[in-house]
Each structure stands twice: as structure tokens, then as C-alpha cells.
DNA sequence: AAGATAGCCAACCGCTGTCGC
DNA sequence: AGCGACAGCGGTTGGCTATCT
């Protein structure tokens, strides 16, 4: 570890005095920094290269722009970290005229707040009654788990294609596509198990999934965050099923069939969500997943894994939305989130966070809008939710 | 008016990655 | 391959200021 370097040479610390920042801005401006860690000599100033050099970036670089941050920039800035997390610096590097430092202060004293204050979690961007629906969700799981392990309803077999069926045909999970790197042998017939496997099933991009039922659950809670609708997650505790629910009087409302029976195959509650784009009528659905149904046998559901495939891609549940794969994303954030692109900060003042929005999205993923939209607009909107819900989905992108 | 508290922000610290020798 | 120097990054600290009691 060693002492700091301001030690060796009884250098200074602490606030810069204005004759120190006029000889490091001489100094920077005649010659360049160079080697940061001769500059102090050079330059005579009695402090260290890692001050100096923090010094200029944060401070008497002339590129920088000073001043408070507009509500532009904020909002930019709550975009950029539900994408990036705490990349300070990635952020900043999209934010001209902004350091890391400064934003990374804005985060800490202003932003986190007000997020909080809107009932978003600053960390994950989900909204915190879900996070606590989260919780639930999990906490029964675990029971469920429980019982399952001691019932003789859910005996499971498992032989070599990892198909494993219930003695009493309740329930059938066909596994033929499971990875094979995925341990089956202790697959548990439980809530949770079905999450992994449906959202599996549901993400378009290849990468492996670690989190499924995170996934799913930050998928909820995106698409409560981003399309202003209440989808969350519950149990009928009268039934210990779960119960997916989407409740929104104001713009996104979707209305299923939600009698599942034995014989009634329900392919994906989301694929059913996305499907009826009709019934934005403001009532509630809950889509109740019934442990004895045959959920499961559903061909809709193969793991979106190495065997992905194009007819995967069809129940996409934003099939207006162009594949993530298909679209680097540096690309993306270059081309549509730098000021002066195709995307103003003014466009993108669509704040997120707000209550209300004035963009409603149909459950096809194309967008009614009160007003008049530009195409390329509407297009950045979609995208922005994409990728969020995919970086919420994976963590980070790499 | 004075002390306590909270908020903000500049700067520091420690770690990691990269590069050259 | 190993080492040291350096740059860069993110977390944390400490001091200043504003507000509250």
C-alpha cells in the first residue's frame, strides 16, 4: 500500500489556492501535462502528479462547463446510469463540458434523493413497492419449495434428455433445450423454476442468463417504470399461485384471458400481455399461474440459449423493436443520446420519471401518442426502454 | 445569537489496468 | 514473466456553507 505520494516530499494538500491553479493552467496551457507526475516540478508546485492531474480534469480544464446541471442533463444522467450503473466516467463522457466527479456528486446529494422521493430505488431504477413485491415473491417461492419437495403430486423423474414430467401428469416441463451447462437434477417444480424458464424463454439476446427470475422481475418493474403501467408480481394466497398483474387506468392496460384451466395452454403470459393491444380500456388483468396447469407444455417455451431461434424472436414482446443485436450499443448511445444528435436533450427531457407521460405505448410496442411525433423520436423512446430493460435484465453490457 | 445539523462539493485514497523496460 | 511507473476510476472523506432549532 505505501504512503500517498504527498508524503515523500512534504507536498501539499488540500484546497488549491488560486496562485497554484494560475501556475498549473500556464504551465498546462504552454506546454501540456505530459507526464503528469513531472508536472508539479516543472510547473513548481508543491503538490503531487495525481493532484495536479485531478485538479485540471475537475476544475481548470477550459473545455468545462460550469454551473448547476439543467434538468436535461439530469434526466440524461438517470438514463445513463440505469444503463451503465456507476460508470461515472462513461456517464461523464456523454455529458460534454461535465466531470465524473461532478456528476458522481450530483448522484450522491441530489438525484438518489428525488428518485427515492418518486418511490424509485436509485440502485436498481425499479420501483421500491416492487422491489418489496419482489421480496414476497421470493419469500413464498422458497415456501412453495418447501411443500413441493414434500409432495407426492410433484414427484419428478428425470431421464437423459433432461425431460422431467410429474408422475401424476399435473405437471410436464418439457427440457429438451435446457443448457446443458444448467443443473436439472434438483430442477424444483416451483415458482421460481417456472420464472427461470420463462424468462428464459424471453430474452431475445444470447447471453447466458445468471438471474432469471431477477430478470423477471426487473423486466416487471421496467415495464412499471418505463410504460407507466402497474405490473407487478403477487400471490393468490388463497391458492399460493402466482399472480402477474397489470393494472393501469391511464395508459397501458391489458386485458387476458385469464381462465387457465388443464386444457387451456397458455403460451406466455407476457406473449398474452403483448397480444391483446386492444384492451386499453383501463381494467385490470391478473394472469394467475396455476401450479396444475399445463403451462408448461407450451412449444413457446425453448431456452433462449445457443439454439435461439428466429421463431423465438416472433413472440417477442416488443416485435416493433429492432433486435438489440442487431445495434451496437455504443453506436446507439453515439447516435441517439449525444446532444446534437438525432435525439436533442430536449427529447429527452421525456422524463422517464415523471407521473405522467404523454407517450402511451400499445402492447405491440409501437407508440399513440397525444401529440404529433417524429418518427425518430419515437424510435429512440422504444429503444431506450429496450436496452434498459435488457441492461436492467443483465446487469451491465459489456 | 449560537450551536447543531444537513447538504454540497473538492479533494484524497486505494485499487486496477496498461505500458514499457 | 516480473516489476515499477503511471493513468484512470470509483468510493470516501473533510471542510465549507446554509439552514434549522
Known sequence: MGRPCC?????????????????????????????????PKLAALQRCGKSCRLRWINYLRP???????????EN??????????????????????????????????????????KGIDPNTHKLLSVIENEEKVSAISMNIEKVSEGSSELNIIEDSNYRIKSKSS????????????????????????????????????TASCNKPLDQLTSYL?????????????SINSNTNNLLLNSKNSEMFTHQVNSSITNDNILTSPIAAIA?????????????????????FDSNAFSWGTADYDKSEKEVNIHPSVPDPDDIKWSE?????????????????????????????????????????????????????KHYQRISDSFGQFS
Open 7 to 39: 508524503y515523500k516530499k512534504k507536498l501539499r494538500k488540500g484546497l488549491w489556492c488560486p496562485e497554484e491553479d494560475e501556475k498549473l493552467i500556464n504551465h498546462v496551457t504552454k506546454y501540456g501535462h505530459g507526464c503528469w507526475s513531472s508536472v
Open 63 to 73: 473545455d468545462l462547463k460550469r454551473g448547476t446541471f439543467s434538468q436535461q442533463e
Open 76 to 117: 440524461l444522467i438517470i438514463q445513463l446510469h440505469s444503463l451503465l450503473g456507476n460508470k461515472w466516467s462513461q456517464i461523464a463522457s456523454r455529458l460534454p463540458g461535465r466531470t465524473d466527479n461532478e456528476i458522481k456528486n450530483l448522484w450522491n446529494s441530489s438525484i438518489k434523493k428525488k428518485l427515492r422521493q
Open 170 to 205: 399435473l405437471v410436464t416441463m418439457t427440457m429438451d433445450n435446457y443448457p446443458s451447462n444448467t443443473t436439472t437434477s434438483a430442477a424444483p417444480l416451483t415458482h421460481k423454476f417456472f420464472l427461470e424458464r420463462f424468462v428464459t424463454t424471453h430474452e431475445t439476446s
Open 221 to 233: 418493474s421496467f415495464e412499471k417504470l418505463n410504460y407507466g403501467s402497474n405490473i407487478g408480481l
Open 275 to 295: 397480444s391483446n393491444d386492444s384492451m386499453r380500456n383501463g381494467s385490470s388483468t391478473s394472469i394467475e399461474l396455476q401450479r396444475n396447469s399445463s403451462f
Open 332 to 384: 446507439y448511445l453515439h447516435t441517439q443520446l449525444l446532444p446534437g444528435n438525432a435525439i436533442t436533450n430536449d427529447q429527452i427531457t421525456q422524463d422517464l420519471y415523471s407521473a405522467k407521460s404523454s407517450i402511451q405505448f400499445t402492447t405491440q410496442g409501437s407508440l399513440l401518442q397525444n401529440q404529433q411525433q417524429q418518427p425518430s423520436l419515437q424510435t429512440a423512446n422504444i429503444y431506450n
